[in-house]
């Protein structure tokens, strides 16, 4: 019973809305992609130095590390999946939601409905049928 309570007090999120956070969100994963990129290559260097190193017979622990920050990474892709920065987006976003800041959201949204309920209802008067579903020449049959 109190979490039927509570599932009815909160707002349940537009699926519109869900769609323009992960929009947002890849469009910054993609525009950061040439920093993770140099990151990387940083990264591989510092590794093959250390194996140059390893190679001539020094053996360090920040070799080992060097190594290891590469060890099974590829090259950096355009869009990855990462649950806990997607968690912490999600918490933000949808506080911003609650706070009131996607109001120009609801109203295209609503001006869009409204757009598609107007053609809806023209389709329905040119049939001879009102919204009701009785005939527009009388109450109905029999």
Known sequence: AARKRIEEAEERLPVYFSHEVLYKYVIRMQKDRPRRVREWEKLKQKANFANDL????????????AKAAVANKGRPQPVYIDDEEIAALAREEIMRWKEGEYGWMKANYRRLMKLCF?????????????????????????
């Open 54 to 65: 390893e190679a001539f017979g020094v053996t360090d622990a920040t070799v080992s590390r």
């Open 118 to 142: 107007r053609g809806w209802k023209r389709a329905w008067k040119a049939q001879g049928v009102d919204m009701l579903g009785a005939e527009a020449a009388g109450e109905g049959t029999n």
